[in-house]
Nanobody, 127 residues
């Protein structure tokens, strides 16, 4: 599985960005996808994930109500729509694929079980 993220950038607090993650190499509808982020001097943390069907989704508490995740099977792409961004959202954002499949329920997939990762895209939110 190859993953390529895009869509990061610099935005003012309260603004929006949409991150994209284009996947190739395996049947896109066969595995869950996750978004993670790593801020300077902090550990990488899970932000959101979506199961292979797009029905089941998970969000960490700090982004609930502000971020949305969805996948476009036809485009082999998963998106992270980020609204009302805050300075604490500043980080490098990574998408990852649960392949080989660990679980159909993405909320139980440990970070260490995502075997394929994109290169990351920087998000900077200014106050």
């Amino acid at each position: 599985v190859q993953l390529v993220e895009s869509g990061g950038g610099l935005v003012q607090a309260g603004g929006s960005l949409r991150l994209s993650c284009a996947a190739s190499g395996q049947t896109f509808s066969a595995y869950a996808m996750g978004w993670f982020r790593q801020a300077p001097k902090k550990e990488r943390e899970g932000v959101s994930c979506i199961d292979r069907t797009g029905v089941s989704r998970y969000f960490r508490d700090s982004v609930k109500g502000r971020f949305t995740i969805y996948r476009d099977i036809a485009k082999n792409t998963v998106y992270l729509q980020m609204n009302n961004l805050k300075p604490e959202d500043t980080a490098v954002y990574y998408c990852a694929a649960d392949w080989p499949v660990y679980s159909p329920l993405c909320s139980v997939i440990p970070q260490t079980r995502y075997n394929y990762w994109g290169q990351g895209t920087q998000v900077i939110v200014s106050s």
